[in-house]
């Protein structure tokens, strides 16, 4: 006689560190259930995968972004995050593209590029090393500018 062995269930808990293999039984609202297993590098809570579709799952990992010190009207200045992202995999997306690890960059709040290869990703920070280089002699030509000003 064969004895049933209870699923591991994953309890997300915000305050707990994230073991180091996290598996969860989670059902299928098309019916069916699954046992799920993040990869070592997600640090997604998955406190809402319990049930789902089976291709709303994402495993994925934030990265913070630059905060910025914009124009606020009412504060004077507000923090604004730029070039923030994620490493994220949808493991069951019809897009082969989220089925393999990618890059979600939010350049700025609210936009989104969206799938980035490895190589489009270097694209973008190589571009935005460019642009830093370009910011380094518009503020030579500043720090001058200002010497000669009358
Ligand atoms: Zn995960």
Redesign the pocket.
Known sequence: MTTLQPEPVFVPSQSAPAPAV?TWLRRIHSGGQIV?T??DW?T?T?RNDGSGYLDDLQ??AQFDGLELAVFDAEHGTAPMPVLAGRISVDPYSSDSRRRTPHIHLEPFQDEVMERLTPDEFAAVIAGVRSHCDRMDEVHAELVKTRVEYR
């Open positions: 996290r799920e993040c990869p997600c997604d998955h495993h994925g």
